[in-house]
């Protein structure tokens, strides 16, 4: 393992081609990273951005051809060198990886920015997308599409404290208390699995392993959820769950019961990055069903053979009536 590796940050990594080529042929795992990176926090967090943007591609997006990426990747790096000018502050991912080679922007198109400085940590992910960040305390966090996650790097391990926009799936490591804080409300937690949703009013937690204490923005509500509880707010009060097994849009798929039409509109919008234009006549009813994340046209369908709606569908733009 080199040795200036401890020196290097997100950037650095990214524009290596002896770790680009490590990570490709599996020469390099994060576990050989993280043990060598140990007594170097900040290059071991810079390394594992690296790592889970590199071998994420193929996990995260599998209509991405990655031997072609690679090739490109390759193909860059072999050119001659690109002089990276590095900010004194914070450094978006967009601002710099376009100077690397076409390849690259397939990369953010999964993750939009990533603002990474000696205190503060954010990452957001773009529509039709989905990505995974290792803590520094070792828990995983897996962010939905259209989400943002951002905590304090230089506290992080003495107050495990962080705020979400959007969904995420968190597997946490045992420890002190661990806190998410949403527009909507908290979650805290030892250490267990668990959802956590929260876009405009909605906000919805699921328990799937360990205890979560929940408390809602009011902080008038606090419920102590067990494996397979769910709590659901409207607005800040208790409402009805309407987004059973919520935690499966990790296994390619959306469960509802009782939702409304828009919301689920707006799920599958946001999952393929699709202009969805609703021009039913008609009074709808509400949505009970599943609705797959395989592929754009089955999901579209999956929602309006039920209804009794046509579709369709031109690139990106699809209409509903």
């Known amino acids: ?13 990214l524009c290596d081609e002896d770790f680009l080529s490590d990570v490709k042929q599996h020469k390099l795992t994060q576990d050989q990273l993280q043990n060598f990176l140990a007594d170097n926090p900040k290059a071991m967090d810079a390394a594992n951005q690296a790592f889970a943007i590199m071998t994420g591609i193929a996990a995260q997006n599998p209509e991405i051809d990655v031997e072609n990426l690679w090739s490109k990747i390759d193909q860059s790096i072999s050119e001659e060198p690109v002089v990276v000018k590095k900010s004194a502050s914070i450094v978006p991912l967009v601002r710099w990886i376009s100077g690397i080679a076409a390849g690259f922007l397939l990369m953010v198109m999964l993750v939009k920015n990533i603002y990474n400085n000696d205190q503060t940590f954010t990452m957001e992910v773009t529509y039709g997308n989905e990505a995974s960040h290792v803590l520094p305390d070792g828990s995983t966090i897996y962010l939905n599409s259209g989400s943002k996650l951002q ?8 107050e495990r404290v962080l705020f979400l926009e959007g969904e995420a ?21 030892l250490g267990t699995t668990f959802n956590v949703f929260s876009r405009d009013t909605k906000f919805q937690v699921a328990c799937t392993t360990g205890k979560v204490r929940v408390t809602n ?26 987004l059973t097994n919520r935690y499966n849009w990790r296994n390619k798929k959306l469960e509802y019961e009782g939702a409304s039409p828009i919301f689920v509109i707006d799920d599958i919008s946001r ?13 709808l009813q509400y949505f009970s069903g599943e609705i797959p994340l395989t592929d754009p046209e089955a999901a579209i369908k999956a929602f309006t053979w039920p209804l009794r709606l046509n579709y369709t569908i031109e690139g990106k733009n699809v209409t509903i009536y």
């Open 1 to 13: 393992m080199k040795e200036f590796y401890k020196t290097y940050d997100l950037e650095d990594f």
């Open 151 to 158: 905590y304090d790097k230089a506290n992080f391990e003495k």
């Open 169 to 189: 799936y968190f597997a946490v490591e045992k420890g002190e208390k661990f806190k998410v804080k949403t527009p909507n409300g908290e979650v805290e937690v």
């Open 217 to 242: 923005l009011k902080k008038d509500v606090t419920e102590i959820l067990l494996p397979d509880q769910v709590i659901q707010f409207e607005a800040g009060k208790l409402a009805e769950n309407t």
């Open 271 to 283: 999952q393929f990055d699709l202009q969805i234009d609703m021009n039913a006549k008609q009074a």
